[in-house]
């Protein structure tokens, strides 16, 4: 079994991510066995799936280098073994020379992630490989155990809301009907016949009948109607030789790097 400078693990990370939600955070824990300070050091993330269809364009990365300062993105490569592989390093930050882990001391870097809406499902495999640079060469200085995740199904999109029917018009009520007036009384009133005359001999004259009284006239009824309511930060780098997620060689993973600062 290898023994490294650097203790390595991925800590902090989700076990599941659904492609389009926001990133989620984990961390690379670096711890410097030794004592001597290690410089130059530059994490490699290594994404390994079971289908073998993820591709670059539909990770998200980016770091935080020195911790605590502005988010640094990543684009991530593909390599020939189906592997996507994303050096922690910033190529438009020419200062950056890496990490430095104190001797004796643990260095936590923060690493945001995320996965493009047609991602996954599917399983995959994290492992961070550490390279140490030395000029124009490197050397592997540490690997961590592997991050297992899920890639789940994509969300389904919400269901579409039914149109709201519209309003209805409420129905008009009957219109009400003018009051009826009582039949006119037709029949002539009759006035008592005058006395006979005791002077003259004049026959009584015959009861004319009264005119009716006027009819009432019907009052209309009222109608009422009711009213209705990265930019790019990385250069191409070099596939890296590795035929699993945590058996990186260190000849390979340093000739990844090398190549990518070459190209900064």
Do not use: K
């Amino acid at each position: 079994m290898t023994v490294f400078p650097l203790r390595t693990r991925i800590t902090g990370g989700p076990a599941a991510y659904e492609p389009g939600a926001s990133p989620r955070t984990w961390y690379v824990e670096l711890t410097n066995t030794t004592l001597r300070p290690c410089r130059g050091i530059h994490p490699v993330i290594v994404l390994t799936d079971r289908s073998g269809g993820l591709v670059p364009a539909q990770v998200r990365m980016a770091f935080t280098a020195p911790p605590g300062r502005a988010e640094r993105p990543v684009r991530p490569e593909h390599t020939d073994h189906r592997e996507v592989v994303a050096v922690l390093d910033d190529a438009t930050d020419p200062a950056f020379a890496g990490f430095t882990v104190p001797a004796g001391g643990t260095l936590r870097v923060p690493v945001r992630l995320a996965f493009a809406p047609g991602a996954g499902p599917d399983e995959v495999t994290a492992t961070a490989a550490v390279v140490q640079r030395r000029g124009d060469d490197g050397d592997w200085v540490g690997t961590s155990p592997p991050y297992r995740f899920t890639l789940t199904a994509p969300a389904p999109p919400p269901a579409s809301t039914p149109a709201h029917p519209p309003a209805s018009t409420p129905a008009r009520p009957p219109a009400t009907r003018p009051d009826t007036p009582p039949p006119l009384d037709t029949r002539p009133t009759s006035r008592p016949s005058p006395p006979p005359a005791t002077v003259t001999e004049t026959p009584p004259q015959s009861p004319s009948p009264s005119p009716p009284p006027p009819g009432r006239s019907p009052h209309p009824a009222e109608s009422r109607e009711l009213a209705g309511t990265g930019h790019r930060v990385t250069s191409r780098l070099l596939p890296l030789a590795a035929g699993a997620a945590g058996c990186l060689a260190a000849g390979a993973a340093a000739l990844a790097l090398t190549r990518h600062r070459r190209r900064r």
